[in-house]
């Protein structure tokens, strides 16, 4: 069982670059959120969504895309990247309940450390 | 210890001690309440939650208070291990999921 597993691990890109990064999980979960760490900051929600098909902005969505095609998986897009996105992206998935958090405790991946030059 | 928001503490303590690492939270509606464990290069890994209903939950070697009528919350590790040291952070519900910048554990041999 892998759990939540974030594709790639590490990028860099030139400012103006696009990519995705893909989150997969394999636990049926309904909810997957879309999350930045930065340094001495916690963790700051940009998109999530509550089921196949839907999503929706979270703290900071300016800058990213989101779609969810099918329920396990969760890709998250830069339409052209900026040194401001310099970051660690953490991708998480929770099972549904009650509010988008659930009040259950969410599963992460291990990141991927994206820089932009 | 630590506040959502604030820049990263740190705690050392030797190998066999207890260890209590502190989360100030902001808001007196939040609901529920979780305590995660981050190691260098890794993901964050759940290690207990509370509801706001309880007072104090109890896992492995691990123990959470939950103090409303202050608004602070803390996690209590038992006989701490070198392989305790990591990042340590809270996260409270409020509607809104909002995450502390963490605690660096260190743990000397």
């Known amino acids: 069982n892998a759990g939540v597993t974030q594709t790639p691990k590490f990028r860099v890109l030139k400012t103006g670059q696009s990519m995705t990064l893909l989150c997969a999980q394999d636990?049926?979960?309904?909810?997957m959120y879309w999350y930045r760490q930065d340094p001495g900051m916690g963790l700051r929600l940009i998109h999530y969504?509550?089921?196949?098909?839907?999503?929706a902005k979270g703290e900071v969505p300016d800058g990213y895309n989101v779609s969810r095609l099918k329920k396990q998986n969760f890709l998250l897009g830069l339409e052209s990247a900026a040194p401001s996105q310099t970051s660690v992206y953490f991708c998480?998935?929770?099972?549904?309940?009650?509010?988008?958090?659930?009040?259950?405790?969410?599963?992460f991946g291990d990141g991927t450390r994206l820089s932009i030059l | 210890g630590e506040s959502v928001g604030l820049h990263l503490p740190t705690l050392s303590v030797q190998e066999g001690d207890n260890s209590i690492i502190n989360c100030a939270y902001s808001?007196?509606?939040?609901?529920?309440f979780i305590w995660y464990k981050q190691e260098s290069g890794k993901g964050p890994q759940f290690i207990i939650d509370i509801r706001s209903n309880m007072d104090k939950r109890q896992g492995q070697r691990v123990t959470v208070l939950l103090n409303k009528t202050v608004k602070h919350l803390s996690l209590q590790i038992a006989a701490t291990q070198p392989g305790d040291s990591a990042v340590y952070f809270c996260?409270?519900?409020?509607?809104?999921?909002?995450f502390g910048a963490g605690t660096r554990l260190t743990v000397k041999p």
């Open positions: 996260a409270e519900n409020m509607g809104d999921m909002r």
């Open positions: 998480a998935s929770t099972q549904h309940g009650q509010g988008i958090y659930s009040n259950q405790p969410q599963h």
């Open positions: 969504s509550v089921g196949e098909g839907t999503t």
């Open positions: 808001n007196s509606a939040s609901d529920y």
């Open positions: 636990m049926n979960h309904e909810y």
